[in-house]
């Protein structure tokens, strides 16, 4: 088949029509779809702070308000201090050791562990600590639970207790 100049310059035109055509309904259509009608419009319903409250307590929602809400966190962060307030318990031979329930919630890494057990002064550095854990290949194997730890137990001891 050859094409001839003319069949070139009559394809040119259609695609230069049927784009025009497009681009006028595009342009001076209606800006919004509208239904066919078949099916019933929503019904927005206008509904009231205290209304919106009563329905999600009755669904199981507790609500809170902002101040509410940072009281909550702030009485829960105090919580979990005192849960990791150090115990000082004299040895024998007059060297001071530290005890700690270390709870370890599941989301946490060995990074958070290690930063617990430094902040309560069982371990030197949260660091090595953790390099340690990764050395070891058990970053993936931290056990959720409650564990007491003391400042007298080797590094072996916490993980083996910490890690399954």
Known sequence: MTVTSNSLRSFAAGIFIATSLIGAVY?????????????EPAKVEKVSE???VKKLTSKGYVIHTEDQWNKQLSAMNEKQDEKATDKKEENTDGKVIYKTMLTVSSGMTSIDVGNALEKANIINSGLDFYKEVEKRGLENDLRPGTFEVESGMSTDEIISTIFK
């Open 27 to 39: 342009l001076f259509g209606p800006s919004e779809a509208k239904s066919t009608g078949k099916e």
């Open 50 to 52: 205290d209304e919106m």
